[in-house]
Nanobody, 128 residues
Framework: QVQLVESGGGSVQAGGSLRLSCAVS????????MGWFRQAPGKEREGVAV???????SYADSVKGRFTISKDNAKNTLYLQLNSLKPEDTAMYFC??????????????????????WGQGTQVTVSS
């Protein structure tokens, strides 16, 4: 049974940092792609970052230069480092596993339709 369990969310002030973790079990995730998505109240879920089996990563424009996705295959854990947080980053953050497509430059695409396994989410709240 596949399980993805997020942790690390919390409340911080603007400019602060958090590190989210996603522990994965029942899934050979080292062979597949992993991603982080978020959903703010009243808004649709959107992609944040994805990383493929080779470690190539893509980011949404809104988080480039501030967030970093990484993974530790030995620990079966996915991470998202969130720096320089803004109030508009407030959302429930979800990790997901699946297989991504690629653009013409070989960069993995951020498309939630490619992800079939999802965690329950961890809340990030950023105050101004």
């Amino acid at each position: 049974q596949v399980q993805l369990v997020e942790s690390g969310g919390g409340s911080v002030q603007a400019g602060g940092s958090l590190r989210l973790s996603c522990a994965v079990s029942g899934y050979t995730y080292s062979r597949y792609c992993m991603g982080w998505f978020r959903q703010a109240p009243g808004k649709e879920r959107e992609g944040v970052a994805v990383i493929d089996s080779d470690g190539s990563a893509s980011y949404a424009d809104s988080v480039k230069g501030r967030f970093t996705i990484s993974k530790d295959n030995a620990k079966n854990t996915l991470y998202l480092q969130l720096n320089s947080l803004k109030p508009e980053d407030t959302a429930m953050y979800f990790c997901a596993g699946g297989e991504v497509g690629y653009n013409d430059y070989g960069e993995p695409l951020i498309d939630q339709d490619d992800f079939g396994y999802w965690g329950q989410g961890t809340q990030v709240t950023v105050s101004s």
